[in-house]
């Protein structure tokens, strides 16, 4: 078996790795720590775009393992037609959840409440009083219910919504209720007055918050973007922004990052966040103990956790 373990991090910082494998240090650089074909587990390093994360994939011949520290692949799919055939794909289910939730509620009630007002009138000294909606007794409509999805409803419970629906590829029952198929969006999206975005970035999402989705929604509606930039037609939201109908809070955008002098930067009735979903203090514990348990099962010939695909 290839022993060579490519990991973003140093190996000693990382509780319970198995002995008997060679772990390499590789964080994108523009040198590689050993020879790709000896690689049999790439850890793919985090955050730091696709170009990066697909380099090494071609010459990794014997690679058995990609393992992703994000809840999306969209950054290595360019590169998976080159890997041999039985390469597993996992992602980081359960290394994300709990801070991308926490910041979809903090943007939610941010935009509600009219947090970034507020800022700006401190800046000013000016009292900006008045009455601001509140999540109480709000409709709010998941757009993705994964694991991601199912914790920013667990976060919502004790908010007093007056509904929460849920959306994915296909229908399915839940303890909480019904998740409906993509099919019925266009008759869920005028009822909601909350609409987050945690869905995977695929084909049949890419731009699915469109013209004409963004459209049916109602008027003075929060849509909260933290799935991934390209979900959403950042031209039909802008317009929708600037005719003052609708207002979004943003974690992601496209593109990305959201070069100086974009027009999103200062449209009207939005909050940007820099792509921080994940990046708290709660991402390196649960990537470092996801890290160690997916090369101890390897190591261990062990069925593997968070398989998204198998090449061929």
Known sequence: MTADVWLPLPADEVPGLPDGLSYRLWDGGSDYPADPADCAFYVVPYMKGSE??????AA?????VVQTLSAGIDHVQPGLGALPTGVRLCNARGVHEASTAELTLALILASLRGIPSFVAGQEKEEWRSGFYPALADKSVLIVGYGSIGAAIEDRLAPFECARVARVARSWRTTARGPVHPLTELPALLPEADVVVLSTPLTEQTKGLAGAEFLGRMKDGALLVNVARGPVVDTKALLAELESGRIRAALDVTDPEPLPAGHPLWHAPNVLISPHVGG???????????????????????????????TTG
Not at 52 to 57: C, D, G, K
Not at 60 to 64: A, D, L, P, Q, Y
Not at 291 to 297: D, E, F, L, M, W
């Open 52 to 57: 990066i994360a697909v380099r090494p994939l």
């Open 60 to 64: 990794m011949t014997g690679v058995r």
């Open 279 to 309: 990046s708290t203090s709660a991402f390196l514990p649960r990537a470092k103990a996801l890290i160690a348990r997916q090369v101890t099962k390897y190591a261990a010939g062990q069925p593997l956790d968070n398989i998204v695909l």
